[in-house]
């Protein structure tokens, strides 16, 4: 399951076009899913940047974050979105907060409305 996810997220294919060497792709997504709502994720990406930090020489722990915000067309006309009135951009906005080294600390997308 591991090796079909790392190989979905290497190569970009879709669910359906996975090789046959691997298992099924409902298989594969139905313990993604599980493992995302059991945010083992992101532990492992947690665990990841703190073993990274340390190495460098930095304590685990980042004790300063660096946000940014990017707002973003959004084809889905079906699901929510806003207007951004300063960029007038109708879609979402995804917030990215990073260290100093630009390793992820926290993500989140919202409509283009909200500030």
């Known amino acids: 399951i591991w090796n079909a996810l790392m190989y979905l997220i290497k190569t970009g294919c879709q669910w359906r076009m996975l090789p046959k060497n ?6 594969v997504y139905y313990y993604y899913i599980r493992w995302v709502e059991a945010g083992y994720f992101d532990l492992i990406l947690e665990k990841l ?11 685990a722990e980042a004790s300063l974050g660096i946000m940014d915000s990017q707002s973003v067309r959004w084809g889905n006309n079906r ?26 600390i926290a993500v989140m997308v919202c409509v283009a409305n909200i500030h």
């Not at 930090?53 to 930095?58: A, P």
């Open 22 to 27: 691997f298992p099924k792709w409902q298989l």
């Open 79 to 104: 699901g929510l979105h806003g207007v951004d009135g300063n960029k007038q951009i109708q879609g979402i906005k995804r917030h990215v907060v990073v260290d100093k080294n630009g390793f992820l």
């Open 49 to 59: 940047r703190m073993r990274v930090r340390v190495k460098m020489g930095q304590k």
